[in-house]
């Protein structure tokens, strides 16, 4: 498997811009995460999905951020419209929770994303 | 709830010196505990876990025991290396949830 697959690696735009992040998870894997990571505020988890549907959005920061998850292999993160504080590199993770598994979740590359 | 604290950097060391990096957590149950690291650029990458107490995890030269009585879950190396500049985020599992609940990340550097 080529792991957990994010597009762009790096995004540059204009504050006021819709942004799209994409991933890819884990053929197999049940459980999708997509985190945010700043210098000032560290690694945060901004929201999770089991088997596609999205459990707990409590780490979205605001309504200009939105994710779904379509199918299995797909999810996207939006930023609409998007302001300079929300740059930050924002990572994708999948996990299999199937039993026996230690719940193990495998990070993306990540997405840098620059908002000027 | 379920937390995780990890001593705070930056750590700063000499080439084959010894490393501590200190865990503890606090969880309902038995979760799992993992040790990421991630070099400068790049994503989180599992370096070890434990899955049960008295589990010891390793990987890489570097060691970490469940220890229940402790609630700990300290990561050690006996001779670092440059290479091994990293941050090093300690992590919990949430029972049920396949949350990863994170420490907020030790700095290391190891200087030649």
């Known amino acids: 498997d080529a792991g957990v697959i994010q597009s762009p690696r790096h995004e540059v735009t204009e504050m006021g811009q819709e942004v799209t992040l994409r991933c890819k998870p884990i053929?197999?894997?049940?459980?999708l995460f997509w985190y945010r990571q700043t210098m000032m505020r560290g690694l945060e988890l901004l929201i999770y999905f089991n088997n596609n549907v999205p459990i707990d959005d409590s780490g979205m920061p605001e309504d200009r951020f939105s994710a779904k998850m379509p199918n299995a292999s797909f999810s996207t993160l939006k930023i609409q419209p998007s302001e300079p504080r929300d740059s930050a590199v924002y990572f994708c993770?999948?996990?299999?929770?199937?039993?026996?598994?230690?719940?193990?979740?495998?990070f993306g590359p990540g997405t840098r994303l620059t908002v000027l | 709830g379920n937390s995780v604290t990890q001593m705070e950097g930056p750590v700063t060391l000499s080439e084959e010196a010894f490393l501590t990096i200190n865990c503890t957590y606090t969880a309902t149950g038995y979760p799992s505990l993992f040790w990421y690291v991630q070099y400068p650029g790049e994503g989180l990458q599992l370096l070890l876990k434990?899955?049960?107490?008295?589990d010891k995890g390793s990987n890489k030269g570097f060691e970490a025991t469940y220890r229940k009585e402790t609630t700990s879950f300290h990561l050690e190396k006996g001779s670092v290396q440059v290479s091994d500049s990293a941050v090093y985020f300690c992590?919990?599992?949430?029972?049920?949830?396949?949350?990863?609940?994170f420490g907020q990340g030790t700095t290391l550097q190891v200087k030649p």
């Open positions: 992590a919990l599992s949430e029972l049920n949830t396949g949350k990863l609940i």
């Open positions: 993770a999948s996990t299999s929770t199937r039993a026996g598994e230690s719940n193990e979740q495998f």
């Open positions: 434990a899955t049960k107490a008295d």
């Open positions: 053929s197999g894997h049940d459980y």
